[in-house]
């Protein structure tokens, strides 16, 4: 016997009803991104656009003023100091964390006895929270009692005994120094994934026609691994532009302003001079530079889709 | 930086989702406390997490919960850094305490907020206000109103290492001359003279400020007299009898270097005295020496009742009754602190202990930090300034400069 659906089961069609599953599936994911993610957004933008201070705050004296607020962050010379310093702080990881990790993929590329246990030994760098191994180099670099000052000498770099995180002329590199750290093995973790792409076939026909060490890695390696380093410091980016928690810990943004990147000036803005309405404002806009990195990372994640999804018809 | 997430607070702010936990939670709370209708929860929060504070507050409390009527306390306690910050948070989520214990700078902040309470009648009533001494109880007013009561109050001096001084041949120095020439004269080796903290945060402006008001100025004639105060650290760092370092240690970290003798001096608090009491070498302490003037800063922490508490009579009552002088003076002995009632001072071990009569003696030229709403903003000038002229990048009149712009920017504009 035919079974036929009876109107009266449902108005809807099954690809309707298919449809109305899937959104009540998505329902939960919405749910938590409106509560953690859109609300507080909004709230801070909110928060930007008016005047609010710790007195406004219970007074409930709170006014809208526009882009006052924008306008009193982007006049303040820390501000300026502050997204130079995230800038060099940026560009300095990214620089060292990039290049250690592409000479360590390459390395670990290889098989040799150990490969495994040391790449994940590494990963513990990356694993640990921010708060752990700021503390970490904090107490390795200290001038009186930290194991660098006192292993330098030993081993022939007595040049390199430095007070590096109270002076204001070095607090920034020991501050990159520790990001490097934390950075190369995720870095290093991608890029060899990259690497097991490259069909080893197109090195054994290298070879064969004569082509170096060198040339094979200038000519196969580096091309092949263009999108992959694209990705991969595009996604350093993000992370490294938001840092907190590591130079929060290690300096504080001192000696003197030395390190306040542009994520602790916000801070200090909202939580020590109480100034909400410019603190959200500077939180905005910290946010520039990030965002417009993740925009481009997922275009070129949807380029790639689109030009693999074609050439595997 | 760890934020401790309030189990409450955060179910009740997150809104919607979770109301039907809350509501759950807040059931179990009520049944929970039904038990004696008539007795007041009164909410406290206050920053004592070492556990060397635990049998002294345990023991307040418990007397305060025997000896005031109907009321049980319900404590909770914060890192340091994170009271004042959580209390604001508090004027957003509106979960706050009944009373709180904060740290007298805080006043500047929290004084322009509408969070404490007015307690100028209630003191008028009382009438102990003139036991406190001067600089404690004028930290307490605001715009004219009493919004808190002195807990207990501290102030800097100056700790020696006597036997250095005595094979050295010099005397505790008085004037900054002095300090200068003996700090001078005890620096040997790995040794400095004298050691402070000059971190970057209120800990480090508390160690400067004395120094600014010994040379004569405050912080409305920073560009003056910050210059002075500066160019007389900048001198001691440049002679190596203070070392460079101390821009990245804490009040903690200058008495370790006086422990393990690697400092002959230290400016100090008397709350460092349980600990050098086990040094095993004798050491003294006295007065800050002055320059145009003797001053030093005051430090401690005031109790506060919050202007949104619904029981503000009973939480009245609870701190009038820890100012009694049998309350009082074991939960302060217990702490190590000094007292900041004058009525106290012949008593307990501040009657005896020849250190602690010292840190007395000057808490009549202790000043409160009293600059207003944006005081923190000066602060922070005050600090980058000190930094930059001990680590060398900038000359102390530029530093002075520069910071004065910003203090008077911040203070200006209240």
């Given at each position: 016997?035919?079974?036929?659906?009876?109107?009266?089961?449902?108005?809807?069609?099954?690809?309707?009803?298919?449809?109305?599953?899937?959104?009540?599936?998505?329902?939960?994911?919405?749910?938590?991104?409106?509560?953690?993610?859109?609300?507080?957004?909004?709230?801070?933008?909110?928060?930007?656009?008016?005047?609010?201070?710790?007195?406004?705050?219970?007074?409930?004296?709170?006014?809208?003023?526009?882009?006052?607020?924008?306008?009193?962050?982007?006049?303040?010379?820390?501000?300026?100091?502050?997204?130079?310093?995230?800038?060099?702080?940026?560009?300095?990881?990214?620089?060292?964390?990039?290049?250690?990790?592409?000479?360590?993929?390459?390395?670990?590329?290889?098989?040799?006895?150990?490969?495994?246990?040391?790449?994940?030994?590494?990963?513990?760098?990356?694993?640990?929270?921010?708060?752990?191994?700021?503390?970490?180099?904090?107490?390795?670099?200290?001038?009186?009692?930290?194991?660098?000052?006192?292993?330098?000498?030993?081993?022939?770099?007595?040049?390199?005994?430095?007070?590096?995180?109270?002076?204001?002329?070095?607090?920034?590199?020991g501050?990159?120094?520790?990001?490097?750290?934390?950075?190369?093995?995720?870095?290093?973790?991608?890029?060899?994934?990259?690497?097991?792409?490259?069909?080893?076939?197109?090195?054994?026909?290298a070879?064969?026609?004569?082509?170096?060490?060198?040339?094979?890695?200038?000519?196969?390696?580096?091309?092949?691994?263009?999108?992959?380093?694209?990705?991969?410091?595009?996604?350093?980016?993000?992370?490294?532009?938001?840092?907190?928690?590591?130079?929060?810990?290690?300096?504080?943004?001192?000696?003197?302003?030395?390190?306040?990147?542009?994520?602790l000036?916000?801070?200090?803005?909202?939580?020590?001079?109480?100034?909400?309405?410019?603190?959200?404002?500077?939180?905005?806009?910290?946010?520039?530079?990030?965002?417009?990195?993740?925009?481009?990372?997922?275009?070129?994640?949807?380029?790639?889709?689109?030009?693999?999804?074609?050439?595997?018809? | 930086?760890?934020?401790?997430?309030?189990?409450?607070?955060?179910?009740?702010?997150?809104?919607?989702?979770?109301?039907?936990?809350?509501?759950?939670?807040?059931?179990?709370?009520?049944?929970?406390?039904?038990?004696?209708?008539?007795?007041?929860?009164?909410?406290?929060?206050?920053?004592?997490?070492l556990?060397?504070?635990?049998p002294?507050?345990?023991?307040?409390?418990?007397?305060?919960?025997?000896?005031?009527?109907?009321?049980?306390?319900?404590?909770?306690?914060f890192?340091?850094?994170?009271?004042?910050?959580?209390?604001?948070?508090?004027?957003?989520?509106?979960?706050?305490?009944?009373?709180?214990?904060?740290?007298?700078?805080?006043?500047?902040?929290?004084?322009?907020?509408?969070?404490?309470?007015?307690?100028?009648?209630?003191?008028?009533?009382?009438?102990?206000?003139?036991?406190?001494?001067?600089?404690?109880w004028?930290?307490?007013?605001?715009?004219?109103?009493?919004?808190?009561?002195?807990?207990?109050?501290?102030?800097?001096?100056?700790?020696?290492?006597?036997?250095?001084?005595?094979?050295?041949?010099?005397?505790?120095?008085?004037?900054?001359?002095?300090?200068?020439s003996?700090?001078?004269?005890?620096?040997?080796?790995?040794?400095?003279?004298?050691a402070?903290s000059?971190?970057?945060?209120?800990?480090g402006?508390?160690?400067?400020?004395?120094?600014?008001?010994?040379?004569?100025g405050?912080?409305?004639?920073?560009?003056?007299y910050?210059?002075?105060?500066?160019?007389?650290?900048?001198?001691?760092?440049?002679?190596?009898?203070?070392?460079?370092?101390?821009?990245?240690?804490?009040?903690?970290?200058?008495?370790?270097?006086?422990?393990?003798?690697?400092?002959?001096?230290?400016?100090?608090?008397?709350?460092?005295?349980?600990?050098?009491?086990?040094?095993?070498?004798?050491w003294?302490?006295?007065?800050?020496?002055?320059?145009?003037?003797?001053?030093?800063?005051?430090?401690?922490e005031?109790?506060?009742?919050?202007?949104?508490?619904?029981?503000?009579?009973?939480?009245?009552?609870?701190?009038?009754?820890?100012?009694?002088?049998s309350?009082?003076?074991?939960?302060?002995?217990?702490?190590?602190?000094?007292p900041?009632?004058?009525?106290?001072?012949?008593?307990?071990?501040?009657?005896?202990?020849?250190?602690l009569?010292?840190?007395?003696?000057?808490?009549?030229?202790?000043?409160?930090?009293?600059?207003?709403?944006?005081?923190?903003?000066?602060?922070?000038?005050?600090?980058?300034?000190?930094?930059?002229?001990?680590?060398?990048?900038?000359?102390?009149s530029?530093?002075?400069?520069?910071?004065?712009?910003?203090?008077?920017?911040?203070?200006?504009?209240?």
């Amino acid at each position: 016997m035919k079974r036929r659906h009876s109107p009266r089961r449902s108005f809807l069609s099954p690809s309707a009803r298919r449809r109305r599953a899937g959104y009540l599936f998505c329902l939960p994911g919405m749910a938590y991104l409106a509560l953690f993610l859109a609300y507080p957004l909004f709230y801070n933008v909110w928060t930007s656009v008016h005047d609010v201070e710790l007195g406004q705050l219970l007074g409930g004296t709170e006014r809208f003023n526009g882009l006052e607020n924008y306008r009193a962050v982007v006049a303040d010379p820390a501000f300026w100091h502050s997204v130079r310093l995230s800038l060099v702080f940026t560009l300095g990881s990214l620089l060292f964390q990039f290049a250690i990790g592409f000479a360590l993929a390459l390395l670990f590329a290889r098989p040799f006895p150990l490969n495994g246990l040391l790449r994940s030994l590494l990963l513990v760098a990356w694993l640990l929270p921010p708060v752990v191994s700021g503390t970490l180099f904090r107490w390795l670099l200290d001038p009186e009692s930290g194991a660098y000052n006192a292993l330098f000498p030993a081993v022939g770099l007595g040049t390199l005994s430095h007070d590096w995180l109270t002076d204001p002329s070095t607090a920034m590199a020991g501050a990159i120094f520790a990001n490097v750290w934390v950075g190369v093995p995720f870095n290093m973790l991608l890029l060899l994934v990259g690497l097991h792409t490259i069909d080893p076939e197109l090195h054994e026909a290298a070879a064969i026609d004569g082509a170096g060490a060198w040339q094979r890695f200038r000519h196969i390696t580096l091309p092949l691994m263009r999108p992959v380093s694209v990705t991969v410091l595009l996604l350093g980016l993000v992370y490294t532009f938001k840092v907190f928690d590591l130079v929060f810990v290690m300096t504080g943004g001192g000696p003197v302003d030395a390190t306040r990147v542009l994520s602790l000036y916000a801070y200090e803005v909202f939580f020590t001079f109480f100034r909400f309405g410019q603190g959200a404002a500077a939180g905005l806009l910290l946010l520039v530079v990030p965002l417009l990195a993740g925009v481009s990372y997922v275009r070129r994640l949807r380029a790639e889709e689109e030009a693999s999804a074609g050439g595997a018809v | 930086m760890s934020y401790p997430v309030d189990r409450r607070g955060f179910l009740r702010s997150s809104g919607a989702a979770t109301a039907a936990a809350s509501l759950g939670l807040g059931g179990a709370l009520t049944s929970c406390s039904s038990g004696k209708a008539s007795t007041v929860t009164l909410t406290w929060w206050d920053y004592f997490t070492l556990d060397n504070f635990q049998p002294g507050m345990n023991r307040l409390i418990r007397d305060i919960e025997s000896g005031v009527p109907d009321v049980k306390i319900e404590r909770r306690t914060f890192p340091f850094a994170d009271l004042v910050r959580q209390i604001t948070l508090g004027a957003i989520s509106g979960d706050l305490p009944d009373i709180a214990i904060v740290d007298n700078v805080s006043m500047n902040t929290l004084g322009g907020s509408h969070l404490l309470a007015d307690l100028t009648s209630r003191v008028e009533k009382w009438g102990q206000a003139d036991q406190y001494y001067k600089g404690p109880w004028d930290g307490c007013q605001v715009g004219g109103k009493t919004l808190g009561i002195p807990n207990n109050s501290n102030c800097l001096a100056l700790y020696y290492n006597t036997a250095m001084l005595k094979s050295a041949g010099v005397k505790p120095p008085t004037t900054w001359d002095e300090l200068a020439s003996v700090a001078q004269r005890l620096t040997s080796g790995n040794r400095y003279g004298l050691a402070l903290s000059a971190i970057k945060t209120e800990e480090g402006v508390f160690q400067f400020l004395p120094f600014l008001w010994q040379s004569g100025g405050d912080l409305n004639t920073f560009s003056a007299y910050g210059a002075t105060a500066l160019s007389f650290l900048d001198d001691l760092i440049r002679k190596g009898s203070l070392s460079e370092q101390c821009v990245g240690w804490t009040q903690q970290d200058a008495n370790t270097r006086f422990l393990n003798q690697r400092a002959a001096m230290q400016i100090n608090g008397p709350w460092q005295i349980p600990t050098l009491k086990k040094a095993a070498f004798e050491w003294d302490v006295v007065a800050l020496p002055h320059d145009k003037q003797a001053a030093t800063c005051l430090g401690g922490e005031n109790w506060v009742l919050m202007a949104k508490s619904k029981h503000l009579d009973k939480a009245w009552e609870v701190l009038e009754y820890t100012q009694r002088p049998s309350v009082l003076v074991p939960y302060l002995v217990s702490f190590g602190d000094l007292p900041s009632r004058n009525d106290l001072a012949s008593q307990g071990t501040w009657a005896s202990d020849p250190a602690l009569r010292l840190f007395l003696s000057q808490l009549p030229l202790a000043r409160p930090r009293q600059y207003g709403t944006h005081y923190a903003e000066a602060s922070e000038a005050v600090a980058e300034a000190e930094q930059a002229v001990l680590t060398g990048s900038a000359s102390p009149s530029a530093a002075a400069k520069t910071a004065a712009a910003k203090i008077d920017k911040a203070l200006g504009k209240q």
